[in-house]
């Protein structure tokens, strides 16, 4: 605490940094215009360019030649119960040789609707059983139950695997501060931030072309909120409950296993429910190397163009991750009001009727399908399709708006993104060092400003300079229009219930659908290109925006309100002077999300024709080569952490200011 208050007190006070400001912004300009004499200052030199894809790639062969029997080792454990949950939920068991081979089949899929039907009435009732029923037989009726079943096995595999790997990696962050501080905390950056194509280049390299490799790919991106969950649960368990266990006699191990993950549970569920979230937003792009399933289904639409099918296949998903999220948040909840009391001495079917109806009736509709086949497989008599009706609606609107969507498109990039992209690729990578690291100099002192600055060259020196702010020029305009958007209607949210519950659907939608399902309308109207990237990732980032400004705007205390009517404020004033201040670091928060999420999705959409960071993703991935993708993969991660730690600094700096 001293030094920082000493460090504070020796920076310059808050009316000098705008004089630093304008000689840094003056010397930056000085600098652009003299680049004839300092061309080293503005683009950064071939000849000085370090090669750290190929030092990555040597050690990736390394790896792969001389511990493929350790990789080998991995998939052959981990594809026992993956190949399991795939015979049982999607394929058949095949027992014996081929030629006196016998086959079981897998489970019905009357049985998993009714299944699905019971346990949303078990944890939920009646609303929550027509929804998650709803939604497995909305998958049935569609055609898409056997890609689905494949998606729910990677998942019901890859899903506990994150959770036991990350309640274990929290439990031991939470134990060991400086693991949690040099180990865990900066790994969880580097999952959450690298973008998810670059897992898929080394998988792809050690595991091969498999369900295995897209598994771990899952694994990997949907970790970390497990860990930060477990590490946030048990740190707001009271003292006094710790206390308590320990005067009962309890050792460490029954504290911790019967004591405090017990009192942790509501947040260690979130973690569940977020893992479950983002290993569903990750089926598509695991798809590509070996994952099949709906996210296989969505990739071939969309190489094809066929966007009604596209739709189908990305609603299935929708549908999929709607059951799973109700039903993970429901028993959450229930598991949050208390434990259910059951005699241990009761049969089984009697502590726990509901497993056993549910195992009842999977057994019976599964030997059923062997004498009837509508309950083995769906019948195609009571399937249906709204194929042809997105793709004549999407004909119908770039037949009749072509020419006002074209002046749009042109007049968009003609005024606006090829300005900005000019600028951005122009500007000084010195400068760009020196100024971000005075920012983080001002928010929080000389580690941050340290860390931004190393950060901010790593992409310079590794010659992906240009790539970087095309990177940074996409995803900068795409998160300022979409907190114009989403701040705006967050606030309209805060101040009215009814206008709540209208964009509240709404925005819980946008959240479950898998990133590729916003650009394939996009792309069918804009074609590819910048402006169709660009409103893609306003679609998919505009969420954080909306959420945090509401939920800011809500929890400024009543009592602070109240205060300011008493004093005479009007409604306008109190909204203005009382809530939209105390709310600012809250809206900050969603700024820096919406940002982090903008730049998740310009990566994806590389696939549409942009020319960035993303593209040389695809590139190295094309060509299975994992120094350049990896590289790519962490300048895109580093552009996420510099803004995430610098609009943490803000908004920190400005909730000590406010108190």
């Given at each position: 605490?001293?030094v920082?208050?000493?460090?504070?007190?020796?920076?310059?006070?808050v009316?000098?940094?705008?004089?630093?400001?304008?000689?840094?912004?003056?010397?930056?300009?000085?600098t652009f215009?003299?680049q004839?004499?300092?061309?080293?200052?503005v683009?950064y030199?071939?000849?000085?360019?370090?090669?750290?894809?190929?030092?990555?790639?040597?050690?990736?062969?390394?790896?792969?030649?001389?511990?493929s029997?350790?990789?080998?080792?991995?998939t052959a454990?981990?594809?026992?119960?993956?190949?399991?949950?795939?015979?049982l939920?999607?394929?058949?068991?095949?027992i014996?040789?081929r030629?006196?081979?016998?086959t079981?089949?897998?489970?019905?899929w009357?049985?998993?609707c009714?299944?699905?039907f019971?346990?949303?009435?078990?944890?939920?009732?009646r609303?929550l059983?027509?929804?998650?029923?709803?939604c497995?037989?909305?998958i049935a009726?569609?055609?898409q139950?056997?890609?689905a079943?494949l998606?729910?096995?990677?998942?019901?595999?890859a899903?506990?695997?994150?959770?036991?790997?990350?309640l274990?990696?929290g439990?031991?962050?939470w134990?060991k501060?400086?693991?949690e501080?040099?180990?865990v905390?900066?790994?969880l950056d580097?999952?959450?931030?690298?973008?998810?194509f670059?897992y898929?280049?080394?998988?792809?390299?050690?595991?091969?072309?498999?369900?295995?490799?897209?598994?771990?790919?899952?694994?990997?991106f949907?970790?970390?909120?497990?860990?930060?969950?477990?590490?946030?649960?048990?740190?707001?368990?009271?003292l006094?409950?710790?206390e308590?266990?320990?005067?009962?006699?309890?050792?460490?191990?029954?504290k911790?296993?019967?004591v405090l993950?017990?009192?942790?549970?509501?947040?260690?569920?979130?973690?569940?429910n977020?893992v479950?979230?983002?290993?569903?937003?990750?089926?598509?792009?695991a798809?590509?190397?070996g994952?099949g399933?709906?996210g296989?289904?969505?990739?071939?639409?969309?190489?094809?163009l066929?966007?009604?099918?596209?739709?189908?296949?990305?609603?299935?998903?929708v549908?999929?991750a709607?059951?799973?999220?109700?039903?993970?948040?429901a028993?959450?909840?229930?598991?949050?009001?208390?434990n259910?009391?059951?005699?241990?001495?009761?049969?089984?079917?009697?502590?726990?009727?509901?497993?056993?109806?549910?195992?009842a009736?999977?057994a019976a509709?599964?030997?059923?399908?062997l004498?009837?086949?509508?309950?083995a497989t769906?019948?195609?008599?009571?399937?249906?399709?709204?194929?042809?009706?997105?793709?004549v609606?999407?004909?119908?609107?770039?037949?009749?708006?072509?020419?006002?969507i074209?002046?749009?498109?042109?007049?968009l990039?003609?005024?606006?993104?090829?300005?900005?992209?000019?600028?951005?690729?122009?500007?000084?990578?010195?400068?760009a060092?020196?100024?971000?690291?005075?920012a983080?100099?001002?928010?929080s002192g000389?580690?941050?400003?340290?860390?931004?600055?190393v950060?901010t060259?790593?992409?310079?020196?590794?010659g992906?300079?240009?790539k970087?702010?095309?990177?940074?020029?996409l995803?900068?305009?795409?998160?300022?229009?979409?907190?114009?958007?989403g701040i705006?209607i967050?606030?309209?949210?805060?101040?009215?219930?009814r206008?709540e519950?209208?964009?509240?659907p709404?925005?819980?939608?946008?959240q479950?659908?898998?990133?590729?399902?916003?650009?394939?309308?996009?792309?069918?109207?804009?074609r590819?290109?910048?402006?169709?990237?660009?409103?893609a990732?306003?679609?998919?980032?505009?969420?954080?925006?909306?959420?945090y400004?509401?939920?800011?705007?809500?929890?400024?205390?009543?009592?602070?309100?109240e205060a300011?009517?008493?004093s005479g404020?009007?409604p306008?004033?109190?909204?203005?002077?009382?809530?939209?201040?105390?709310a600012?670091?809250?809206?900050?928060?969603?700024?820096?999300?919406?940002?982090l999420?903008?730049?998740a999705?310009v990566?994806?959409?590389?696939?549409?024709?942009?020319r960035?960071l993303?593209?040389e993703?695809?590139i190295a991935?094309?060509k299975?080569?994992?120094?350049r993708g990896?590289?790519a993969?962490?300048?895109?991660a580093?552009?996420?952490?510099?803004?995430?730690?610098l609009?943490?600094?803000?908004?920190?700096?400005?909730?000590?200011?406010?108190?």
């Amino acid at each position: 605490m001293t030094v920082t208050a000493s460090a504070s007190e020796a920076r310059p006070p808050v009316q000098r940094w705008l004089v630093v400001w304008a000689l840094a912004l003056a010397a930056v300009l000085v600098t652009f215009l003299l680049q004839d004499s300092v061309p080293w200052a503005v683009n950064y030199p071939a000849g000085a360019i370090i090669p750290v894809a190929d030092w990555v790639g040597a050690v990736m062969v390394w790896i792969k030649s001389n511990l493929s029997w350790l990789t080998r080792s991995i998939t052959a454990v981990l594809g026992v119960p993956l190949d399991f949950a795939l015979n049982l939920l999607a394929k058949n068991f095949r027992i014996g040789h081929r030629a006196e081979a016998f086959t079981l089949p897998r489970l019905s899929w009357v049985g998993v609707c009714a299944v699905a039907f019971l346990a949303g009435h078990a944890v939920g009732g009646r609303k929550l059983s027509l929804l998650v029923g709803g939604c497995f037989l909305y998958i049935a009726l569609f055609g898409q139950w056997t890609s689905a079943m494949l998606t729910l096995a990677l998942i019901s595999i890859a899903v506990p695997f994150c959770i036991v790997t990350g309640l274990f990696a929290g439990i031991w962050a939470w134990r060991k501060p400086w693991a949690e501080r040099l180990i865990v905390s900066p790994a969880l950056d580097l999952m959450q931030t690298i973008p998810t194509f670059a897992y898929l280049i080394p998988m792809l390299l050690l595991f091969g072309n498999s369900p295995v490799s897209a598994m771990i790919a899952t694994a990997i991106f949907a970790t970390p909120p497990m860990v930060r969950a477990t590490m946030l649960g048990l740190s707001r368990v009271p003292l006094e409950i710790g206390e308590f266990s320990d005067m009962a006699g309890c050792t460490a191990r029954q504290k911790l296993w019967r004591v405090l993950l017990p009192s942790a549970r509501p947040a260690l569920m979130v973690g569940v429910n977020q893992v479950i979230m983002l290993a569903l937003n990750m089926v598509i792009i695991a798809s590509m190397i070996g994952a099949g399933g709906l996210g296989y289904d969505v990739l071939l639409a969309l190489r094809a163009l066929k966007v009604g099918e596209a739709m189908e296949a990305g609603l299935a998903i929708v549908a999929l991750a709607i059951a799973l999220d109700r039903l993970s948040q429901a028993i959450a909840h229930k598991q949050a009001k208390g434990n259910v009391h059951r005699d241990r001495e009761a049969g089984f079917w009697r502590r726990y009727p509901n497993v056993t109806l549910a195992i009842a009736i999977l057994a019976a509709t599964t030997l059923l399908g062997l004498f009837v086949p509508a309950f083995a497989t769906v019948p195609k008599a009571i399937t249906f399709t709204t194929a042809p009706l997105w793709k004549v609606a999407v004909n119908w609107v770039t037949v009749n708006f072509f020419d006002l969507i074209e002046a749009f498109r042109v007049a968009l990039i003609l005024n606006v993104l090829n300005p900005l992209r000019a600028f951005c690729e122009g500007f000084p990578w010195l400068g760009a060092v020196f100024l971000l690291g005075l920012a983080g100099y001002q928010l929080s002192g000389l580690r941050l400003a340290l860390l931004v600055a190393v950060l901010t060259a790593f992409c310079a020196i590794t010659g992906l300079w240009e790539k970087t702010m095309a990177t940074v020029y996409l995803c900068g305009i795409s998160a300022f229009i979409a907190c114009l958007i989403g701040i705006p209607i967050g606030l309209m949210a805060a101040r009215s219930d009814r206008f709540e519950k209208i964009v509240t659907p709404i925005i819980d939608t946008l959240q479950v659908l898998p990133s590729f399902c916003f650009i394939i309308p996009v792309v069918m109207l804009f074609r590819v290109g910048d402006v169709t990237a660009m409103i893609a990732t306003i679609a998919f980032a505009v969420v954080p925006a909306i959420r945090y400004t509401n939920h800011g705007i809500r929890q400024v205390p009543p009592a602070l309100i109240e205060a300011a009517k008493v004093s005479g404020c009007t409604p306008r004033q109190t909204f203005f002077r009382v809530q939209l201040p105390l709310a600012l670091p809250e809206i900050m928060l969603g700024v820096n999300q919406t940002i982090l999420m903008a730049l998740a999705m310009v990566i994806i959409c590389a696939m549409v024709g942009t020319r960035d960071l993303g593209q040389e993703v695809f590139i190295a991935l094309s060509k299975a080569d994992p120094g350049r993708g990896i590289v790519a993969g962490l300048a895109i991660a580093f552009i996420g952490i510099v803004a995430d730690r610098l609009f943490s600094a803000w908004t920190a700096k400005a909730r000590a200011r406010l108190g």
